[in-house]
């Protein structure tokens, strides 16, 4: 069985190294955004601007599902206290 570190231990193993993992994560963002607006692109030349406008406008809203993820945290604290 694999042993992952707690969150509060990664934090500080890669404390030291807070600019790789920036670079990281803006790389990504800005990789997945270049992409996204290529197919963006495509969907526009064959439908419309108008249509992925419409479509991006709703976009937001996957955001509002987050709220429905569990809490990872809390259910690993009570399973760390319970045994």
Do not use: W
């Amino acid at each position: 069985m694999k042993r992952r570190l707690p969150s509060k231990d990664r934090k500080v193993l890669f404390a030291d190294q807070l600019h790789l993992i920036a670079g990281l994560f803006f790389g990504l963002a800005f990789g997945v955004a270049g992409i996204g607006s290529a197919v963006l692109g495509k969907i526009a030349d064959h439908t419309g601007i108008i249509a992925v406008f419409n479509a991006c406008a709703y976009l937001p809203l996957i955001g509002l599902l987050t709220a429905g993820l569990p809490d990872v945290e809390r259910a690993r604290a009570r399973q760390r206290d319970s045994g």
